[in-house]
């Protein structure tokens, strides 16, 4: 019970907290008013509660674990975080109620599927660096990907008449598509970074010389498709539904090289 309640309480925090911002921003007029910049400082408590768990749950003694429940903690904490600190600059209210909701329920993940074996070389400081790194680039592109769809949604609205008050607590349209590219760009360099020491520094980070595995292969197809979509961006003006497509193929990518490789070694073969 004493491992489980921080989680409750986390995931119970963070459940109230998208549950009372929905309300307030569904109320007419609610989005103009001091309120929601209250519970926007008031994400700071699970935020705080969430680290503790994270911490505990990742570094136990000496040893390093981060598996594919600690990784998805992981991610979904960096991505709170940086809408919590985003948000002192834009209204993102109306997306937050979707990363608060998200983490309540990933907050869990290290319990449900706990981390069997620790990193090996975790103790070297390139290879925590490298480490944070890769999951600061992958959760820029959830937050890109969350952004886009709310894009997606908030463009419909516009063609469709009035906008209800949950959306129109939202930056303008034209604000967050040069947010959104600027995320994607941001995360695009700190991939290169991961994919550039990775293959260059395998050894030193590893153990081992490089190996092409599915991991490689599907984390280079990532950095092909955001490249792409970035250079359409400049060159063409990219944007609306194709950005779109793009940015949730290069995120499908990524989980597949992170993720879903994890998912497969550990949950599924056990190993």
């Known amino acids: 019970m004493d491992r489980i309640l921080p989680y409750l309480l986390c995931s119970a925090a963070y459940a109230a907290l998208a549950f009372v911002l929905l309300r ?28 503790v768990v994270l911490y505990r749950s990742v570094f136990i003694g000496d040893e390093m674990f981060l598996g594919v429940g600690a990784s998805m903690s992981a991610i979904i904490w960096l991505t709170v975080l940086i809408y919590w600190l985003a948000g002192f600059f834009y209204r993102l209210e109306g997306l937050q109620v979707f990363i608060a909701g998200a983490a309540a329920l990933l907050v869990w993940a290290p319990l449900v599927w706990p981390s069997v074996h620790s990193l090996p070389h975790a103790s070297l400081p390139a290879f925590r660096l490298h480490t944070l790194i890769a999951l600061l680039a992958f959760s ?33 349209l034209l604000t967050m598509e040069r947010i959104l590219f600027r995320i994607i760009a941001l995360g695009f360099i700190l991939l290169t970074l991961t994919l550039v020491s990775g293959m260059l520094f395998s050894e030193e980070l590893f153990g081992k010389p490089l190996q092409v595995t599915h991991k490689i292969v599907f984390g280079i197809l990532a950095w092909c498709i955001f490249a792409a979509l970035l250079a359409g961006r400049f060159v ?32 599924i073969l056990h190993r």
Do not use: C, D, N
Request: charged residues 15%; positive net charge; hydrophobic residues 55%.
């Open 236 to 267: 063409y003006g990219w944007r609306g539904r194709l950005a779109l497509r793009w940015t949730i193929a290069g995120v499908a990518a990524l989980a597949l090289a992170y993720i879903g490789s994890k998912f497969v070694l550990e949950v």
């Open 24 to 51: 307030v921003l569904s109320r007419p007029g609610q989005t103009r008013l001091g309120r929601p910049r209250a519970l926007h400082l008031a994400t700071a408590l699970p935020l705080a509660i969430h680290t």
């Open 140 to 172: 820029l592109f959830v937050i890109a990907f969350l952004q886009a769809l709310m894009m997606a949604a908030l463009e419909r609205r516009l063609h469709g008449g009035k906008l209800p008050p949950f959306l129109q607590s939202l930056p303008p």
